[in-house]
């Protein structure tokens, strides 16, 4: 890879970094590329970006994003996107499956460095989708206990 490769490798590593609400830094030593492909179909179905970054490059862009440094070791396999719950349950769901060879390392979400108990724990949080479901059922429960209530009446009535 050439030096003007590099830079422009850098260049996007940084703008799609702050761009992204949050990133997760994994291990995948030993995973077989047919699960790194699985991965990568499971994510772009999701909207998640997946690369595999050299630690230099990685860490530079790190820093021209302006997030905390991260200390990046051993292989390592990006993953960013602008829903952190999403992005969460993707890699705790793909970890859970691999473990042997896939781990969480690190993660930065809305610029402060997090551990893997933090991201499996916003794993386990319902998604934006859950959560509007479960708003619209409240919002509607008055108006179903309302009618109940009326056709309870109406039942009631027919039956003097």
Known sequence: MTRQEKKQVVEYLSSEFKEASAFVVCDYKGLKVSYLEELR???????????????????????????????????????????????????????DAHSEHFSLKVGVFDGQVVDAKHIISVSKLPSKEELIGMLLSVWTAPTRYFVTGLDNLRKQKEEN
């Open 41 to 95: 179909r499971a994510a772009k179905a999701a909207n998640v970006k997946v690369h595999v970054i050299k630690n230099t490059l990685a860490s530079i862009a790190v820093k021209n994003a302006e997030y905390p440094a991260l200390e990046l070791k051993d292989t390592n396999i990006f993953l960013w996107a602008d829903d952190q719950i999403v992005l969460s349950k993707i890699i705790c769901k793909f970890a």
